[in-house]
């Protein structure tokens, strides 16, 4: 049996970006001032979606899902299941592209190997990848203090 069948997921999965009918395009145009201003490079902020149940069939659900894909629980397990939203901050010399990655499950997160991607949080242009990459950090910082019962990865 399918570990992904079966679970009622926060924020609903077919809402997701990754669904054949949604395009990237539409949801970064909410944020980019224009097609052409998504490629630039900055911090983008993904959210996931996890279980929506008790906290046992959480735990439980959350861990035949990641070792469906991964061998080993990581350090920060017990965070994802108390969370009540998963964000994953990353930096890119074009936002647009790498956001398709994640969408395609080429060059991703180890989040988006095991959960459902659901949309795209938030994005944060800058002029250089190397300014973005300096400024993803705090990025992280700032969602974690926003957001403090969200978990929010970065590398």
Do not use: C
């Amino acid at each position: 049996m399918n570990p992904v069948e079966n679970i009622n997921w926060e924020p609903p999965v077919g809402t997701s970006i990754s669904q054949p009918d949604e395009y990237l395009s539409e949801r970064i145009e909410t944020i980019a001032e224009s097609p052409t201003a998504a490629h630039a490079p900055g911090v983008y902020v993904l959210e996931f979606s996890t279980p929506k149940t008790d906290k046992e069939s959480r735990r439980s659900q959350m861990k035949k899902l990641w070792l469906s894909e991964k061998e080993t629980l990581p350090s920060y397990f017990e965070e994802l299941v108390e969370a009540n939203k998963l964000l994953y901050v990353g930096f890119s010399k074009d936002i647009y592209n790498r956001i398709e990655q994640h969408i395609n499950k080429h060059q991703t997160t180890t989040l988006a190997d095991v959960f459902p991607l659901h949309s795209v949080f938030d994005i944060y242009f800058y002029e250089t990848k190397q300014k973005a990459a300096l400024n993803e950090e705090s990025h992280t910082i700032d969602l974690n203090n926003a957001y403090p019962s969200a978990y929010v990865h970065s590398r």
